[in-house]
């Protein structure tokens, strides 16, 4: 299986980067939990201040469009992927190669799309299981709907996010959601142990036979 | 005395924000040798994740304005500044409440200057003896003869950055300049050593009488 974690990084120049705020926890920990499951466990991180789960692959990239080319080189034959990583929806159109000089007015940013990693690989045939996050801070449930049927997701990890919760934090929760069914609630507790619980429902829908 | 040290992260939404490549290593190398030296010492910082040096006073910010605003609430009595953080030059003119959701198309973002700390600290009378850092990927020396003459510095310590260069890195070197006199060349050495011997060219100067 796949994992990816953390957030990456879009540089504006050599010093400046537009950045998510992701602590790369919640990935690490599914790692963790996949691998102690019997799994063969390939992460897919941005930088991250975290150690390697004993007995995980880990390959570490910085930009979306690094982690689009990583994922891609290696989800042949996987069974399961899971995008965990916050990765960065735009990247700034051009790259200044020099450190931009601070001027005296305002600067303009032209942002451009990144490659959308989590549909990418749902569109493969054949397909692992695709378990996809949404983070989101207002209507949570029908953001993560969307997201599940417009990408083709198999299941969608879903948590608010702000000031304080679910990103840069130790505990988090969970709604999971599939196409049919109602949501399954991951009350709040130690990511590590949320790692857990969601690896096993994983694995439930996985040995049901539940792949689009 | 008072340093700041690591990056300020400026949001553009509650979970996307403008970064700056720097690990904090510096200023707190810093703050330790200054500490060891015998000062009193108060180090402002952005997120890191380093320890605070012993008997250190630690206050965490995050954006550059509230960085300004910590360093000027207790800059009153400090005989010495020294600014070693990567301050954001730009902030997003506009914060997004909620997460901004992605488009198809491109996004154009408008960034604004921020509070300029170096400028601020050394406009006031009486003033510290302030120290800046210029990390340059091109024309080093130049550009940080600029600075220190432009923003009224005492001292500028200069480095090159760019990949694998100064920031993100455990060693560095670096070129300390004064408004008189020739570069003092500090060759590459780990960071604790580099402070060191940055605090013992800084305290020779103090003793001096060395304020503009």
Redesign the interface.
Known sequence: MLVTAGAT?EP??????????SSGRMGFALAAAAREAGAEVVLVTGPA?LATPRGVERVEVERAEQMHEAVMARIEGADLFIGAA?V???RP?QEA???I?????????????TPDILRAVAARRPRPFVVGFA????DLLE?ARAKLRDKGLDLVAANR???GRG?EVERNSLEVLAAEGEPVSLPEQPKEDLARALIALVAERLEAGGRA
Chains 1, 2 share one sequence.
């Open positions: 990084r504006l120049d050599p010093v400046r980067y537009l950045g998510n705020r201040a916050a960065a929806d735009y159109a190669p020099e450190k000089k601070k001027g005296s007015g305002p600067l303009t940013l032209t942002l451009e799309p983070a989101e801070t207002t953001h996010v702000g000031p990103l």
